[in-house]
C-alpha cells in the first residue's frame, strides 16, 4: 500500500510494526512482505505502457483506463486496508487474502503482457475478489461471484479460494466458460475434470473438430485415456479403434473414408509403410475430402490430413532444398515420378520454406516447372479442377511472389484466366480469418503485368460496389482496403512518399518508420530479445551472431541459460539472446529467459527469431505487446503475421518470402543495430535502399535478398493492421 508510511520500530522482546501515518493502521512486519509484493505488481501494472506514472493505460477511452486504474490501485488498496484492519482474522487467515489479490495481480500482468486476457476486465476481477473474499470470510460459497468473469480472469481467481465450500462448483463453471468455447486447447486441461458432468459431450465435440487429440490421449497410459474409450459416441470410438493400430496417426486423417465405409484400418496400414504410397493416397484423399466439403460437408480429418500432409511435403522440399547446389537430375530425383496434382500439394504447401530455384530455374526442372510439362495439356485450369480448387488462391499468390503467375494464366484461356482472377478476388468477405485477402494484397505487390493490375483493381472496385450495396460491412472494410493498397502502390512517386501517402490514407501510424523514441523504455535503454534453438542451424547461427559483438562496442555476460550483450558506445542497448542448447534444451532456455524478463519487469521492443519454420511458434508464444520491430527472417504466412499483430499491433515485421538464411538475417540485424545505437529513427526506405547496394554486387545472396519483404512493403501486415484498426474503432462508436 504505496498510501503508508513505513516506519520500522525494532525492539528486541517485541513484534516489529509498521504505521500508517494517517489512518494509526499497525502492520505486523511479518506480513509487509505480501503488502510489498502487491504493490509491485500495481507498479508493473500502472508502468506497462513504458510511463512511471499512477494511470493504467488499457484503451484509447480516458474512461476505462480511469476504471481499471481505480480498481488495481485504490480498489486494491482498500482490500489490503480491509484485510488488516479486520480483527476477526487470524495471521494465517490474512496471509491467505493477501497471498490471493497478489496472485490474481501477477496473473492479470503476465496475461496482458501477452494479450491473454482483455485488459478491460480489471475492475471486474477485482471486484469479484473482494465479494468472494468476503463470501470466503462467512463461510458461503464463492460460486454466484464468479459468473460474470471470462474463464481468463477467472481461471486463478477461484484458486484462492480452494477449502471454501464452493470451490469444485464455482470450478466446474468456470471449466465450462473455456471448454465449448475453446475446443482447440481444452484437452490438456480436461484431465483435471474427468469426474464432472459434461466431460462426455466435451470430448465428442473434440473428436469432430481436432480428432487427432483425442487419438494423443485415447492412446495414452492416463485416466483420461479410460474416459475415452468408454465414450459412447460413434466418431470418439472409431478414433479409439484407429489408436489400436501402430500407424494410428498416419491413419487418423482417413477416419471420413474410415467412418463412410470405403476403407478400413488394415487397408491403411498397408499403405501407411510406405512413404511414397502414403503421400499419394494423402493427396488422392485430400481431393477427396475438397470435393466433399465444396458440398457443404465438413470432413473430420482435413486438418489431421492438411497437417500430415504438409509436414510430409516440408521433408520433400528440404531435400531438395538442400541440394541446391548439385545439378538437376540430382537435386530433383525425388519427385521424379510425381504426378501433377503431387507437385501441387508439394508447392501450396510449402509456402514458407521453399527456394526461389526450387520452385522454378532456367533448368525447367523446379517444382513449378515440372508440375506443368507433366500436364497432357499443359493447362493450368485443368489442373486446378483435378484438386477441385483446393488452396487456388493460396497457390495464385505464391505464383505472383514467384513470378510465374503470367505463365500460368497463359497456359489457358483468356476467359478462363480472366474468370479464374475474378474468383481469386471475390468472396473475400466470406472466409473465417483475413488469410485469403492478405494473400491478395502480398500478391499485388509482386505482379509486374500493367494489364493485370488493372483488371485485378477493376475486379476490386466491383466487389467493393457490390458489398456496398449488400451492405455488407466486413465486405465494405475489406475491399476498400485492398481499393485504397492498389491505387497508393500504383502511384508516381518514392517509396517514402508512397508510404506516408497509405498511412495517411488507412489512417495507420508511420510505416515507414519506427520512431526511436518509442523503442527505449522509461530508464532510456532499448531491449531486444533473440530467440535462438538447438538443432545444427541455431548453433551454427548462433556462433555467427556472436561474432557481430566486438569487446570494444559491446560487453558480452554469458550464463547458463541466456548471454547479455550490452553497448558500450552509443545509446544504451541490451540484447538478450538465449542459448542454443540441444533440443529441448533450447525451450528451456527461453523460458527461463522469458521469466527473467518478466521478473526484472523488463519488455523489449525488438523481437528477432533465428530459426526454422517449425521453432516460429516458441517465438511468437514468447512476443510481448511492447515488440515494435519483430524480425522473423523467415515464415512470412498469414497466420504468422496475424499472430504477431494480434499480440503486438504496433510492429513492424519484416519477413521473407522463403526460408531465411543467416547471410541476409545478419547485414539486416547489424544495420538495424547501427540505427538504434545510433539513436535516430528507423527508416526502413533508408535502411533498404542501404542494404540493397550492399547485396547487389553479393551473386549468392542477392536472389535471397529480394526475397524479404521490409516493414513498409509489406502489404500484408499493412491492411491486417488498418483492418483491426477500423474494427476497433467501429467497436468503440
Request: net charge neutral.
Amino acid at each position: 500500500m504505496r498510501k503508508f508510511l513505513i516506519i520500522f520500530l525494532l525492539a528486541a522482546s517485541q513484534s516489529s510494526w509498521v504505521h500508517a501515518q494517517n489512518s494509526h493502521l499497525q502492520i505486523p512486519i511479518t506480513r509487509q512482505g505480501f503488502h510489498d509484493n502487491i504493490d509491485k505488481e500495481q507498479a508493473a501494472a500502472a508502468k506497462f505502457d513504458g510511463k512511471a506514472d499512477d494511470l493504467v493505460r488499457v484503451s484509447d477511452d480516458q474512461t476505462i483506463n480511469l476504471q481499471v486504474t481505480n480498481a488495481l490501485i485504490k480498489q486494491v488498496d482498500k482490500i489490503q486496508e480491509e484485510i488488516e484492519r479486520d480483527s476477526s482474522l487470524d495471521h494465517r487467515l490474512k496471509v491467505k487474502y493477501l497471498t490471493g489479490i497478489y496472485a490474481v495481480l501477477k496473473d492479470y500482468n503476465y496475461k496482458r503482457a501477452r494479450t491473454l486476457l482483455q485488459p478491460e476486465e480489471a475492475p471486474a476481477i477485482i471486484n469479484a475478489y473482494q465479494q468472494m473474499m468476503h463470501a470466503d470470510m462467512k463461510g458461503k460459497s464463492i460460486y454466484p461471484y464468479i459468473q460474470g468473469l471470462s474463464f481468463e480472469g477467472s481461471e486463478r481467481l477461484i484458486e484462492v479460494f480452494k477449502d471454501n465450500p464452493g470451490y469444485k462448483e464455482a470450478r466446474g463453471l468456470v471449466f465450462t466458460k473455456y471448454a465449448f468455447d475453446n475446443l482447440e486447447t481444452v484437452m490438456p486441461k480436461l484431465s483435471d475434470y474427468l469426474g464432472y458432468p459434461g466431460t462426455d459431450s466435451i470430448v465428442a465435440a473434440v473428436a469432430r473438430k481436432y480428432p487427432n487429440q483425442v487419438l494423443t490421449y485415447a492412446t495414452s497410459y492416463t485416466p483420461m485415456a479410460t474416459a475415452i474409450k468408454r465414450n459412447q459416441d460413434p466418431i470418439v470410438q472409431t478414433i479409439v479403434r484407429i489408436g489400436k493400430s501402430p500407424q494410428s496417426t498416419r491413419i487418423l486423417p482417413f477416419i471420413d473414408e474410415i467412418l463412410a465405409g470405403t476403407t478400413t484400418v488394415e487397408d491403411l496400414e498397408k499403405v501407411a509403410d510406405n512413404d511414397r504410397q502414403y503421400y499419394r493416397q494423402m493427396v488422392k484423399s485430400t481431393i477427396n475430402l475438397q470435393k466433399m466439403k465444396s458440398e457443404g460437408h465438413q470432413p473430420i480429418g482435413m486438418k489431421a490430413m492438411m497437417e500430415n500432409m504438409q509436414a510430409k511435403s516440408l521433408i520433400y522440399i528440404r531435400d531438395v532444398n538442400d541440394l541446391h547446389e548439385e545439378p538437376a537430375n540430382v537435386r530433383f530425383r525425388i519427385v521424379n515420378d510425381f504426378t501433377p496434382e503431387e507437385l501441387y500439394y508439394l508447392i501450396v504447401n510449402g509456402q514458407e520454406e521453399l527456394y526461389t530455384s526450387s520452385y522454378t530455374n532456367h533448368n525447367n526442372a523446379g517444382l513449378y516447372d515440372q508440375m506443368m510439362i507433366r500436364m497432357k495439356p499443359p493447362r493450368g485450369d485443368s489442373l486446378l479442377m483435378m484438386v477441385n480448387f483446393d488452396r487456388f488462391k493460396k497457390f495464385i499468390a505464391m505464383a505472383a511472389g514467384f513470378n510465374t503467375l503470367d505463365n500460368f494464366l497463359k497456359s489457358m484461356a483468356p476467359e478462363n484466366s480472366n474468370y479464374l482472377m475474378q474468383k481469386y478476388v471475390q468472396n473475400l468477405e466470406k472466409t473465417e480469418d483475413l488469410e485469403d485477402a492478405v494473400d491478395v494484397a502480398n500478391s499485388f505487390g509482386s505482379i509486374r503485368d500493367p494489364k493485370l493490375l488493372d483488371f485485378l483493381r477493376a475486379e476490386v472496385r466491383k466487389n467493393l460496389a457490390y458489398v456496398k450495396k449488400h451492405n455488407d460491412r466486413r465486405g465494405t472494410v475489406i475491399y476498400q482496403l485492398l481499393t485504397s493498397l492498389f491505387e497508393t502502390e500504383a502511384e508516381n512517386g518514392n517509396d517514402s512518399s508512397k508510404a506516408s501517402d497509405m498511412a495517411s490514407k488507412l489512417q495507420l501510424p508511420p510505416i515507414n518508420y519506427v520512431t526511436f523514441n518509442s523503442l527505449e523504455s522509461d530508464s532510456g535503454r532499448v531491449y531486444q530479445q533473440v530467440f535462438f534453438y538447438g538443432d545444427k542451424d541455431g548453433q551454427e547461427s548462433y556462433a555467427s551472431f556472436m561474432s557481430n559483438f566486438p569487446s570494444g562496442d559491446w560487453r558480452v555476460v554469458k550464463g547458463k541459460y541466456w548471454t547479455t550483450i550490452s553497448s558500450l558506445k552509443g545509446k544504451p542497448t541490451t540484447i538478450y539472446a538465449n542459448l542454443p542448447i540441444d533440443e529441448p534444451g533450447d525451450k528451456e532456455a527461453i523460458s527461463k529467459l522469458s521469466e527473467y524478463l518478466d521478473e526484472q519487469d523488463i519488455h523489449p521492443s525488438i523481437f528477432i527469431h533465428r530459426g526454422h519454420s517449425y521453432h516460429v511458434n516458441t517465438t511468437l508464444d514468447n512476443l510481448q505487446s511492447s515488440a515494435k520491430i519483430v524480425v522473423l527472417g523467415s515464415c512470412g504466412g498469414y497466420h504468422n503475421l496475424a499472430t504477431v499483430l494480434e499480440k503486438s499491433p504496433e510492429a513492424h515485421i519484416i519477413s521473407s518470402k522463403q526460408v531465411g538464411t543467416r547471410f541476409v538475417n545478419e547485414p539486416i540485424i547489424r544495420s538495424l543495430e547501427d540505427v538504434v545505437r545510433s539513436g535516430k529513427n528507423v527508416d526502413w526506405v533508408i535502411m533498404w535502399a542501404q542494404l540493397s547496394k550492399k547485396f547487389a554486387g553479393d551473386a549468392r545472396n542477392k536472389e535471397l535478398f529480394s526475397d524479404y519483404v521490409p516493414p513498409h512493403k509489406n502489404l500484408g501486415a499493412i491492411f491486417i493492421k488498418a483492418y483491426r484498426q477500423i474494427m476497433k474503432d467501429e467497436k468503440k462508436s
